[in-house]
């Protein structure tokens, strides 16, 4: 898509064409902007709780393969947790069955 918009931008043309193809390129750069911002307010949240988890290293920003190891490391971490808590639950019995089920949406990835 935006290799032919390119290409399109390029060639020119009449007035109306160039009006076209600069409201579809200025279309593209805002969802190309909308999509940096997500990407980079992600990564903020991510470097937050890196850099909290690292109180000796509060200024340092781990490179993305460092933070997306570190990031998986805690999925697996926090998903054994919830199947511990599903598998050895003390709560009563009244409350075991309404744990358990919380521990398996979240293992499950579902919200509610």
């Known amino acids: 898509m935006t290799d032919d918009l390119v290409t399109r931008l390029r060639k020119g043309g009449s007035y109306e064409v160039d009006m076209v193809v600069m409201e579809e ?10 999509l940096f911002d997500l ?4 990564d903020m949240r991510a470097i937050r709780l ?4 690292h109180p000796n290293q509060p ?3 781990p490179d993305h393969a460092d933070l997306g190891t570190w990031c998986l490391s805690r ?5 054994a947790a919830l199947r511990e808590i599903a598998d050895c639950c003390t709560l009563p019995a009244q409350n075991d069955s309404e744990m358990r089920e919380i521990a398996r949406k979240a293992l499950e990835g579902k919200d509610d």
Not at 39 to 42: D, I, V
Not at 50 to 53: K, T, V
Not at 75 to 79: P, V
């Open 39 to 42: 990407r980079w307010a992600a």
């Open 75 to 79: 999925i697996e971490m926090l998903e």
């Open 25 to 34: 390129a200025a279309y593209r750069i805002e969802e190309l902007e909308h």
């Open 59 to 61: 200024r340092t920003w």
């Open 50 to 53: 890196w850099q909290s988890a």
